[in-house]
């Protein structure tokens, strides 16, 4: 059965933002909504001290405690591994948001935009629907839907492959099938030391990072 997963290679990340910033733009988020994140940490100890930035975001979960603690089944998990919010049913609680050990929930209760007024792009992917309820990554799910529709593979294809991926520079994003041993993530995991952030809560996060081995990266 398909899982998608994304993978981060913190060798290559150079903290360039431009997944966030390509998040927005396909997703039209609020000024203060970051769906996709990349965090600025030190790591080691004097002299031997470097830099790593870290993307993060929803971790599409196998055990997500975001979808136990939803009261109107809003959160919910779909076979292929990603986690969707149905904003018909989200009642705006923001009890995923608390239980979300990777803070990545947002709630927007009005309308805002970066200059003020709308550009012409976040008009047309504004979505009313997405106002005082839970959002977050989704993993691009409609372009990966629709691709799929087309007899397109994600993470190979760019029209069914998460906007972020696409976007990074540094080509440090990668996306695909985790069950495929083939697939290209799975090549990847196979090929290097990796970690999953706060994998000892018993989550499953599907993101994936790949990390030297005998470095230290605080998570």
Known sequence: ????????????????????????????????????????????EYPAVKRVFVPVGCMHCDDPPCMHVCPSTATKKRPDGIVTIDYDLCIG????????????????????????????????????????VATKCTFCVERIDAGLAKGLTPGIDPEATPACVNSCITQTLSF??????????????????TFRMHEELGTGPR???????????GA
């Open 1 to 44: 059965m398909t899982r998608w997963a994304m993978v981060a290679d913190l060798r290559r990340c150079v903290g360039c933002q431009t997944c966030t910033a390509s998040c927005k733009q396909a997703n039209a988020t609020p000024p203060d909504v970051q769906w996709r994140r990349v965090l600025d940490m030190e790591v080691g």
């Open 93 to 132: 609680c923001s009890y995923c948001a608390v239980a979300c050990p990777y803070q990545a929930r947002y709630k927007t209760d009005r309308a805002s935009f970066a200059y003020g007024k709308a550009t012409a792009q976040e008009t047309q992917a504004f979505d009313p629907k997405r106002l005082a």
């Open 176 to 193: 695909g099938d985790v069950e495929d041993p083939n697939s290209n993530v799975s090549q990847l995991l196979a090929e290097n030391q």
């Open 207 to 217: 993101f994936y990072y790949i990390w030297d081995k005998n470095e230290e990266v």
